[in-house]
């Protein structure tokens, strides 16, 4: 059975950090790409940053230079450090694993609220 649990969801003050985690099991971790997605209230659910099988990371323009994806294979885990967070980063957080026959799974989600 796969799980993908994420969790370092919080409240933050606005230039504050967070760093959240997904842990992986039931899928061969290294093989797949990972994914950060995050969906606010009454918006579509958005592609945060994506890390690759071979380490390549990308992350959207909204996010660059504030936000940083990462994995360790080891531990099969992906990590998506964020800083400089603004109340617009607020949203469910989720993570995504993927591979290359387009198998999907999906975590519940963790809540990011960013507020004075």
């Known amino acids: 059975q796969v799980q993908l649990v994420e969790s370092g969801g919080g409240l933050v003050q606005p230039g504050g950090s967070l760093r959240l985690s997904c842990a992986a099991s039931g899928i061969i971790f290294s093989i797949y790409t990972m994914d950060w997605y995050r969906q606010a209230p009454g918006k579509q659910r958005e592609l945060v940053a994506s890390v690759t099988s071979g380490g390549s990371t990308n992350c959207v323009d909204s996010v660059k230079g504030r936000f940083s994806i990462s994995r360790d294979n080891a531990k099969n885990t992906v990590y998506l450090q964020m800083t400089s967070l603004k109340p617009e980063d607020t949203a469910v957080y989720y993570c995504?694993?993927?591979?290359?026959?387009?198998?999907?799974?999906w975590g519940q989600g963790t809540q990011v609220t960013v507020s004075s």
């Open positions: 995504r694993a993927t591979n290359t026959i387009n198998n999907a799974y």
